[in-house]
């Protein structure tokens, strides 16, 4: 397969692609990327020289770049990774959010639409349904739930997605979208909450806790993600919706000690602070659809992977210091 991975050079699409290529050796993989703030080549130094990887800088908003790009190559499918990820920073500069989340995934629709491309994957997130009572206890978000974003970054994912389903009934495109709980892992910048645990608490400043700290969250390991990706651009039913999450839900508050319990660190370094605007409570997701129409189930220990990405963090902090 020849695939084309937007956004490749951040967090998650930077493991994908490492995973995938050391699962699909024979596969050719071009990733796109702007290279903003958030995106980090390092991620990449792995797969960097083989000849079956590419590496393209470009924006997916820039329509004529995105066509000469799939003009040269015949993609089978097409993994948007591509996207402004920051909560806290919507708030302040939604505009940036609207530009690439929804802008430029219409303009990779429009590309699949013109070039015959047999799948596109968009990387969605829980966010979109809005949230829960933090004592809700039935059922989580099934795939066909409404959808009742709270911040910027979320309506403009949930508007990428209907804009996604809207390409399977207008243009009998074959689209699949992945909606996951938090990742952590390798490779995340230090503006989300596990590696801006990491730097403050080695640097003993003080860790801030949004409002009373118990809004919950599901953690998932970065690479089932991947896998979970994997399995529905391969296997997955054209037009259909997947939710991606762990079973490790807690409060955030429970999270952010365990994290420093990993670092040898008490919750001293924890301080209370103003909630954000418009902040989700709780995120419950019902995943049996991937269960059982895909086989797909986490495979990583949350305690043993939260403690090795812990790890791997302190060392690249040490290492920088260097």
């Known amino acids: 397969m020849q695939l084309l991975i937007t956004g490749g050079a951040g967090f998650i699409g930077s493991n994908y ?15 796109l990327d702007k290279l903003t703030y958030a995106a980090n080549m390092e991620a990449l130094a792995a797969v960097g020289q083989l000849d079956n990887f590419t590496f393209i800088q470009g924006d997916i908003c820039d329509e004529a770049l995105v066509q000469n790009c799939f003009f040269k190559r015949r993609f089978d499918a097409v993994l948007n990774f591509a996207a402004e990820s920051h909560v806290d920073t919507s708030i302040t500069s ?17 590309a699949c639409v013109k070039f015959g491309v047999q799948r596109f994957h968009q990387i969605s997130t829980d966010e979109v349904y809005g949230d829960k ?15 009742h974003p709270s911040s910027p970054y979320a309506a403009s994912k949930a508007s990428a997605d209907l804009l ?24 995340q910048h230090t503006e989300k909450l596990l590696p801006k645990i990491v730097v403050l608490a080695e640097q003993n400043k003080s860790v801030p806790v949004y409002g009373t700290g118990l809004n919950r969250r599901d953690w998932l390991y970065v690479l089932d993600h991947c ?3 994997d399995k529905i651009v391969r296997d997955g039913r054209p037009g259909a919706v997947y939710n991606v999450a762990a079973g490790t839900e807690m409060s955030n508050l429970k999270f952010m000690k365990l994290v420093l319990e990993a670092l ?9 602070v103003a909630d954000r605007a418009g902040h989700d409570l709780h995120y419950p997701m019902d995943c049996a659809k991937i269960k059982n129409e895909l086989g797909w189930k986490p495979q990583y220990d949350f305690s043993e992977y939260l403690n090795k990405t812990v790890a791997w963090y302190k060392e690249k902090l040490i290492l920088s210091r260097a």
């Open 164 to 187: 996604c389903l809207a390409y399977v009934r207008t243009y009998g495109l074959n689209v699949t979208i992945s909606r996951s709980s938090n990742n952590y892992g390798p490779w």
């Open 94 to 110: 939604p505009a940036i959010f609207t530009k690439t989340n929804v802008e430029g995934t219409g303009v990779l629709l429009d």
């Open 264 to 272: 040898g660190k008490d919750d001293a370094f924890l301080e209370l």
């Open 227 to 229: 896998v979970a990706v």
């Open 133 to 147: 009572p933090l004592d809700y206890d039935w059922r989580g978000f099934a795939e066909d739930s409404a959808l």
């Open 17 to 31: 692609i490492n995973w995938h290529l050391g699962q699909y050796p024979a596969d050719e993989l071009v990733c």
